[in-house]
């Protein structure tokens, strides 16, 4: 039996056609996308724009917003110890997390891979997990760092300094030169 097309009224010999040879227009019943009365919830998107800039100010934040937050705390520590251990593999994979970021996005908006909800939990999760990671790595600096400056320089008398010289005592420059370490 033949069917006639609703649309444009051309007759098509198949049997259960499920759209026309000439319109395109579907046979079937049903409406497709974009077309009036279409029932389908459109799909949620993920903004490139919002898992870029996620990922500028924080790396590993961006994967986090698009789903990803294993692959978000990895790429977040990777960038940590690359700046500890040479800044030049941190800064490497700060910008690899910011690309993947923004594509990981728009692939999910034109559905190459599976959408993925973004999680707020994970996000405000990983923010603190980050500041705790800093805050660590400051509280070392200047643990390691900082405070053993501090207390080779810190038994100077600073504030005889500009008397140095003026006294006569030749003690007070050769004590200045001891203390520096010079």
């Known amino acids: 039996m033949p069917h006639i097309c609703p649309h444009c009224g051309k007759v098509s010999d198949e049997e259960t056609p499920r759209f026309c040879s000439g319109c395109g227009a579907r046979m079937d019943g049903k409406m497709p996308a974009g077309f009036p009365g279409y029932s389908e919830a459109p799909r949620e998107q993920k903004s490139q724009l919002i898992a870029g800039t996620c990922s500028t100010f924080l790396p590993g934040l961006g994967q986090v917003y698009n789903g990803e937050a294993a692959k978000g705390f990895a790429l977040f520590i990777m960038t940590i110890v690359g700046l500890v251990i040479f800044i030049v593999p941190g800064i490497i994979v700060w910008f690899y997390a910011l690309y993947n970021a923004y594509s990981t996005a728009g692939k999910m908006n034109t559905g190459e891979i599976p959408f993925r909800e973004t999680r707020m939990l994970h996000m405000v999760l990983f923010v603190f997990f980050a500041i705790a990671v800093v805050a ?47």
């Open 136 to 182: 660590i790595a400051l509280v070392i600096v200047y643990v390691t760092v900082i405070s053993p400056l501090m207390s080779q320089f810190g038994s100077l008398d600073m504030g005889n300094i500009g008397n140095i010289g003026n006294t006569g005592n030749s003690d007070d420059i050769n004590r200045l030169i001891n203390n520096a370490g010079i």
